[in-house]
DNA sequence: CTAATGACATTTG
DNA sequence: ACAAATGCCATTA
């Protein structure tokens, strides 16, 4: 099976520190490779856990991208972080970006 | 099983 | 910089 573990997707989820966020692309590639970004933002639709911080996942354009419970949400919850958002978007996107070690395997 | 959709990412115009 | 088109994976109808 070379499909993802929605597992492996709330674990690093939950790793992101209060106050940064994450990308897909970047849970994508720690999981095995960029292209299952659109996988990851799936898992997180439909399994997405209070426990796990989905809110801090983000585009990798520092777009909030979307959010199942509405965007405003999680723009707010962000903003309560620390992050700064702005139409919609991250600011200082790269000081708030919390990169996963890829290794491993 | 096939088709369509989606919380993405990248390239090109 | 923005818009449109393309590629990829997983889930649902």
């Known amino acids: 099976m070379t499909k ?9 989820t939950k790793k992101i520190p209060r106050g940064k966020v994450t ?19 799936k898992i997180l639709n439909k399994n997405f ?6 809110h801090r996942v983000v585009c990798f354009n520092g777009k909030v991208g979307g959010f199942r419970k509405g965007i405003q949400r999680k723009i707010k919850i ?6 700064k958002i ?3 978007k991250v600011l200082n996107f790269d000081k708030v970006l ?8």
């Open 78 to 83: 962000l903003k309560k972080e620390g992050i």
């Open 4 to 12: 993802i573990d929605p597992k492996k997707v709330y674990m690093l």
């Open 49 to 54: 856990d209070r426990h796990v911080p989905c």
């Open 86 to 88: 702005r139409n919609g």
């Open 98 to 105: 919390f990169k996963f070690s890829k290794k491993v395997k």
């Open 23 to 41: 990308t897909y692309g970047e849970i994508a590639k720690v999981l095995g490779g960029i292209k299952y970004s659109r996988a990851v933002g």
